[in-house]
């Protein structure tokens, strides 16, 4: 670890990267989250902690160092926070001289297969961060802030090629809006509390009974307040400073100059987004695909030989996902059906009896186990049982990682004879397909295979297929449609775009993935290699590429939203004192993506309308000029602001009822 650990300071000093260089790197991380897994290693694991930050500080960055979810991370090792909630779970710093961090606040999770995706609210990210800061935090980093893809065989033991992507910039770099509005209106006002924060002193006291009051009071005039409410089920009304505030439930507002609320974590006045696929050429023929159908191996063709079940990863190196289990037996009847019962650690399990498939099973993120229960016809003379386990990633959390069993444990046949155990027993092994020896994916190695013309399905499980695409024009993100698939991997001219796995479905029934991300870098205009590894019985003829953008923009802003943060800042010049600006009103802002204009207005009603930028109506109030005063002020503008107020459209089709303006947009 620490040849390691050296190795990585050394590459980032070499290239002056720390702050102390004069480089952007601020904070440097040793270890992650030791504790969770600390009392597993008894009376080692505190030595540990202490040799780990010592270790780390020795190597003098110049730059602090963290341990995330560490209570005890010694001196001057900053102890820090992880988690959704750290402004409510943090206990704080270990020690005087730290300041207060948090170092991953999850904007959404990684999602497995089989899994839904789990939603976090912007409000409630904003909520947290508020919070935190109102409690004297110091910093706070989101994890994650930019959505990613797992290329390859990256992804950890069944998570998602498709990491974070309901992050502010979502797995293909689009705004995921209202998050990333939201959250950037939370940063200006905070920023807005700058000095109060750094320099001022921090006072807190109710201000009723679920309500608390934070404030950060300066020199002369510098005050900036976080007015909390942690009831989650109504408005509360709050006297602060001599002035009455609504606080909606669960929010905070947070009021720079300690009199004027200039955001709440709660009233979100940012446009939402809607992201949208276009299919841009469809493998929909027979001709489009030549396929290979991978070789079963039989126990005669191996030449890894041992006499008990052995552990996978120990075999395979982490090289292939794939290990083959072979065996032999002897059977002395005629056409007999018995059960083949198989337990296995690995995450999936092919089972082939004389080149056969004869059933396939699979665990789960929370459920790892395999258990194969089949009934198998065996012939007389010599019959082969070709058993397939396969690894979808590899653990990534817990103790001792590098004890961890996976692979097969168990395998017996019962018959009419009784129950035989073959667990230790004569077994082959073959780490690996032989499509991944010979780089079946890449284009050398796929001019080296007798490719077949693609027959009927359902094709053989195993099965690689081949074709040829164009890139789409344009810009907008590329991905893959793999809806028709069912479990296997992807590569683009010879680059792995990562696992699919469509066919685990969730609770509701639908695929926790089915697009998958292919970056134009690994594009060329024409003549691109698509090469799959389907494992189970998938079409590809039900594949499209398919191009992702974001389509629509949608606004619901009240005339009880605040006005956008920006609007607080004066024309003042730099060092002058700033200035609120006059007329300060909500507004709904719409904002379409680089090259895309508002094409067309779907809708617009500025009165009560009901319902939200997913499913709207007009209400029983509704201003007839809705329509073409948005349409003025927004048609073919990449950008366009409509103020919330019975001026701007002209009349007041229900006076003394507040009012609210929904407006929904595409963009083309």
Known sequence: MQRFAEKIVNMMKSERLYASQGGPIILSQ???????VEPAFHEKGPPYVQWAARMAVELETGVPWVMCKQNDAPDPVINACNGKRC??????????????????????????????????SVEDIAFHVALFIAKKGSYVNYYMYHGGTNFGRTASEYVTTSYYDLAPLDE???????????????????????????????????????????????????CAAFLVNDDGRRNVLVL????????????????????????????????????????????????????????????????????????????????????????????????????????????????????VIVGSAHGSHD??????????????????????????????????????????????????????????????????LLGEKTQIYTEEGSSK??????????????????????????????????????????????????????????????????????????????????????????????????????????????DSHLPPVASWVGEGQSGTKKKRKHGRRPKVQLRCPPQRNISKIVFSSYGTPSGDCESYATGSCHSSNSITIVTKACLGKRICSVPVSRRNFGNDPCPGVPKTLLVDAECA
Request: aromatic fraction near 12%; charge should be negative.
């Open 240 to 355: 602060f400073e001599n002035s009455s505030y609504v606080l909606p439930p669960k929010s905070i507002s947070i009021l720079p100059d300690c009199r004027t609320v200039a955001f709440n974590s709660a009233k979100v006045s940012t446009q939402y987004g809607t992201r949208s696929v276009k299919s841009s050429q469809k493998f929909d023929s027979i001709n489009d695909w030549e396929e290979y159908n991978e070789t079963i191996p039989m126990f005669d063709g191996t030449s890894l030989r041992a006499n008990i079940l052995s552990e996978q990863m120990t075999i395979t190196k982490t090289l292939s996902d794939y290990l083959w289990y072979t065996f032999r037996l002897e059977h002395h009847d005629s056409d007999e059906q018995c059960v083949l019962k198989v337990n296995s650690l690995g995450h999936v399990l092919h089972a082939f009896v004389n080149g």
């Open 367 to 432: 459920d790892k186990g395999v258990s194969l229960e089949t009934t198998v016809s065996l012939n007389k003379g010599t019959n082969y049982v070709s058993l397939l386990s396969v690894m979808v990633g590899l653990p990534d959390s817990g103790a001792y990682l590098e004890s961890r069993f996976a692979g097969l444990r168990s395998v017996k046949i019962e018959g009419k004879h009784g129950l035989i155990d073959y667990t230790n027993y004569s077994w082959g092994y073959q780490v690996g």
């Open 449 to 558: 295979i007798q490719w077949k013309t693609f027959g009927s399905p359902p094709s053989q499980p195993l099965t690689w297929y081949k074709t040829m695409f164009d890139a789409p024009p344009g810009n907008d993100p590329v991905a893959l449609n793999f809806a028709s698939m069912g479990k296997g991997e992807a590569w683009v001219n010879g680059q792995s775009i990562g696992r699919y796995w469509v066919s685990f479905h969730t609770p509701s029934g639908s695929p926790s993935q089915t697009w998958y991300n292919v970056p134009r870098s690994f594009l060329k205009p024409t003549g691109n290699l698509l090469v799959l590894l389907e494992e189970e019985n998938g079409y590809p003829i039900g594949i499209s590429i398919d191009t992702v953008s974001i389509t629509k923009v949608c606004g619901k802003v009240s």
């Open 172 to 222: 293909y770099g689009l705004i995921r809006q209202p998050k990333w509005g939201h959250l950037k209106e939370l940063h200006a006002a905070i920023k807005l509390c700058m000095k109060p924060l750094l320099s001022g002193e921090h006072i807190t006291f109710p201000i009723g009974e679920l309500q608390q009051a934070y404030v950060f009071k300066g020199n002369s005039e510098e």
């Open 87 to 120: 402004g409510e779970t943090f206990a704080g710093p270990n020690s005087p001289n730290k300041p207060s961090i948090w170092t991953e606040n999850w904007t959404s999770f990684y999602q497995a297969y089989g899994e839904e995706a789990v939603m976090r």
């Open 30 to 36: 040793i270890e992650n989250e030791y504790q969770m």
